[in-house]
Every structure is written in structure tokens, then in C-alpha cells.
């Protein structure tokens, strides 16, 4: 049997290969949200300002500083994971953001430390943003390089996966420390002890990838012939990589989004913070279930069908959602249409992912992939929070998330109808 690109398949992909190619993206997403959930007492403790709006969207705007490294970071250890391997650039993205994460829980405050307290935190944002622009490309690429061809969409799916097992982690911790904690211990260091839970992660993943096998048949050199061909290789491949971020920008959109919920629901709905993090948490275990179902289905019945009609389920759905949740705001309604909405939103997920890395050639699979997904993510994961509280504020409507959401995910429909089918059961139909 042959795999992607003309490789051999592996002999089976054990769960520890597994677990440990998506632990690094899990905690990346662990920081994501718990930063996310905690961006307000974040604010007050890093960016003093006159109104709680302003001191908001200085918050946000650092969170966002991480996703201008992202492309860098894609560029740099996607092209070190093609030429070298994948696992060397695995535990390179590991330590780095074993680092960040761990900085930012015990970096000083602005009242005790000044000006130097917003400097580090954004510094502790671009090194997060850095490794997380090498950390997907690799992953999946090793993911779908290690997987059997029949079960690839499954496999790679957990690479979507394991970002909501960290998310419903997040969610978990953040119900339990706004349970336990007053509003005063949570904001002098309850979302600390949230980012330092996630720290305790990075020795055991550590460990696990130290223990990985490579797939990446032929390390290549380093030279002038090898880059060029590469650099012709992407061009040559240019379609995919544009429909690429068009779906990514839009997926990316409707996920931040999601992990805006927790804000949304206390700074628009004026509900309790508790309630957003028990529906983002509702949701991310739909969200995660629907990411495994739709990989599944791909492996069955073709990357394309479950591509277009998944998205299109998710965009028929948004506004219904929204308004019910706007018009009631009450508990049983943010619950059911979050996790309505994060169970349509994320069937697309793990098939795209297979779908990617199939339609690239080893020696740019890591970059190719990872480029994509950090430009898009760059473009639109560092301003999504920022647009959609920018835009509640001027229009005055809880309703402005659903709009923009509508418009994204429309672009995001539009550029999956046009996306190739890769999946091996649906090849040999193809006409050649």
C-alpha cells in the first residue's frame, strides 16, 4: 500500500505518536483560551487605561501581537522540518512554547515593574506566536506521513481535536477558579495559576516527542538548487496554497469567535462569566466530537462532500443561533447555540487538514501547510477580537459577531467548492 507523495506506510501509527504530535497545538490552545477567557483581568494587570474598554482592547491587542510571528515562525521551522525533519522541529516548537507560557504566568505586573511589564508580555506573545507558525505545519505533516492511507482523515483530525481537548481543559479550569475564587483573588492571580496548570503539561510532552519515530524519508541538504526547487514547487502549487488560506482565514474567524464567547457573554450579554465558560466548554466537546466525525466520514465518502455541505450547514445556522441567544440571553439558550454552532462549524475540520497535506509534496508539506495557516491566522486571529468588540461598540447591536461571522464563513464556502478532492477513495474515480 502507498501513502502520500509516493511513500510506503507505515507499519501503524501508535496513540503515544499521536498524542504526542498534537500536545504542543493542545497547549498552544490552552494558552490561546485561557489568555482569551482572562483578556480582561489581563488588561487591568497589564495595561492600566481610564475605561475598562480601553484597557480591554490594549489586552486584546497584545493577545493579536502573537499572530504578526506566526508566518515567521512557519516559514522558519516549516523549512527546518522539511530540510532536517519533522520530529527536530517538533521539539524545537515544544521548548519555545514551554517558555512562553511559563513567562507570561509569572511576569510581573505594570503596578510593580512599569512599562517593562507590556513590553514582556508582548514578547511572550511573539515567541508563542513563532513556535505555534512551525507547530501545525509540522504536526499534521507528520501526522498524515504516519497515518494509513485509508484512515488518514481520521488520524489527522486529531490534530483539530486535541486543540478543543485543550480548549475544554481551558474551559474546565476557568468554571473552577471562577467558582472557588472571589473577583479579587481572580483578578490578582487567579488567571496566573491558569497558565501555570498549563505549564505542568511541557515535561510529559516533552518527553513523548523525544520518543518519536521520523517520517520524513530523505532529510534534504541545505542548498542553492534544493531551495529553488522547493521555491518552485510552492508556485507551482500557488491554487491550493491561495484556496488554503481562504478556508483557514474563515475557519479562523469562526473559532476565535467561539473563544470570544466567555468575553462576549460578560462585556455584551452582561451575563455572568461563569455561564460563558461552561457554553464555550459545552461547545468545544461538540466541536471536538464533530472534528473526529468529520475526518472519519472523509475516509469513507471524500474530503469535497464533507468539506462543502459541513460548511454550509455551519453558515445556514449562524444567524438563527445568534438571535436566539441575543433575544432570550438566558443560560440554556447561550448553551445550545454555541454548541450547535461549534459542532457544524468543526465537520469541515480534520477532512480539510488530510485534504492539505495530501495535495502537497513532501519537501514543502511542513511550510506549505504551516505558511498558509499562520498567514491566515495572522491576518485574521489577531484581529478577530478586536474587530468584533470594535464593531458592538459602534453599531451598539450584540448581533455584529453574527454578521461578520456570516460574511467569513460565506468566503470560506466559495473557496471550498473549488478546493480539488484528495482522498484515496474517492481517486480512483476521478477520471484520468
Not at 505558511?371 to 478586536?386: E, I, N
Request: glycine content about 10%.
Amino acid at each position: 500500500m502507498r501513502s502520500i507523495a509516493g511513500q510506503e506506510d507505515a507499519p501503524g501509527i501508535k496513540w503515544q505518536h499521536i498524542a504526542a504530535a498534537t500536545v504542543g497545538n493542545a497547549l498552544e490552545f490552552y494558552d490561546f483560551l485561557t489568555y482569551a477567557f482572562f483578556s480582561i483581568q489581563i488588561g487591568h494587570a497589564f495595561f492600566p487605561s481610564q475605561t475598562a474598554y480601553g484597557s480591554l482592547m490594549l489586552s486584546l491587542a497584545t493577545f493579536g501581537a502573537g499572530f504578526l510571528t506566526r508566518p515567521l515562525g512557519a516559514f522558519v521551522i516549516g523549512n527546518y522540518a522539511d530540510r532536517v525533519g519533522r520530529k527536530p522541529a517538533m521539539m524545537l516548537c515544544f521548548v519555545l512554547i514551554g517558555c512562553a507560557i511559563v513567562g507570561m504566568a509569572l511576569l510581573p505586573s505594570y503596578a510593580r515593574i512599569g512599562v517593562a511589564a507590556p513590553i514582556l508580555a508582548i514578547v511572550a506573545r511573539m515567541i508563542q506566536g513563532f513556535s505555534l507558525g512551525g507547530e501545525i505545519g509540522t504536526n499534521t505533516a507528520y501526522l498524515a506521513e504516519a497515518a494509513p492511507a485509508e484512515k488518514r482523515g481520521l488520524i489527522v483530525s486529531w490534530q483539530g481535536a486535541s486543540q478543543y481537548l485543550a480548549l475544554i481543559a481551558g474551559g474546565l479550569v476557568g468554571v473552577l477558579l471562577t467558582t472557588l475564587l472571589p473577583p479579587a483573588a481572580l483578578e490578582a492571580y487567579g488567571w496566573r495559576i491558569a497558565f501555570l496548570l498549563g505549564a505542568a503539561v511541557v515535561p510529559f510532552g516533552f518527553w513523548l516527542r523525544s520518543r518519536l519515530p521520523e517520517t520524513l524519508p530523505v532529510p534534504e541538504q541545505i542548498n542553492f538548487s534544493v531551495v529553488q526547487s522547493r521555491g518552485q514547487l510552492a508556485f507551482a502549487h500557488r491554487r491550493v496554497l491561495i484556496l488554503a488560506i481562504m478556508v483557514l482565514g474563515s475557519s479562523t474567524i469562526a473559532s476565535y469567535i467561539g473563544i470570544y464567547i466567555v468575553t462576549y457573554t460578560q462585556d455584551t450579554l452582561h451575563m455572568p462569566a461563569r455561564a460563558g465558560f461552561i457554553a464555550s466548554t459545552v461547545g468545544y466537546v461538540f466541536g471536538m466530537a464533530a472534528t473526529l466525525l468529520g475526518g472519519w466520514l472523509s475516509d469513507k465518502y471524500g474530503r469535497c462532500p464533507i468539506n462543502t455541505w459541513g460548511n454550509f450547514a455551519f453558515l445556514l445556522m449562524i444567524y438563527p443561533a445568534f438571535a436566539w441567544i441575543t433575544s432570550s440571553r438566558s443560560l440554556f439558550a447561550l448553551i445550545a447555540g454555541v454548541a450547535l454552532l461549534g459542532g457544524l462549524q468543526n465537520i469541515p475540520v480534520g477532512s480539510f487538514y488530510a485534504g492539505l497535506s495530501e495535495s502537497l509534496p513532501p519537501s514543502i508539506r511542513s511550510s506549505g501547510f504551516g505558511v498558509a495557516y499562520a498567514v491566515a491566522l495572522a491576518a485574521f486571529g489577531g484581529t478577530t477580537q478586536l474587530v468584533v468588540t470594535w464593531l458592538i461598540h459602534w453599531t451598539g447591536s450584540a448581533m455584529a459577531p453574527a454578521w461578520y461571522l456570516i460574511g467569513a464563513s460565506a468566503v470560506g464556502q466559495i473557496a471550498l467548492m473549488m478546493v480539488a478532492e484528495s482522498a484515496p477513495v474517492r481517486l480512483p474515480l476521478r477520471p484520468r
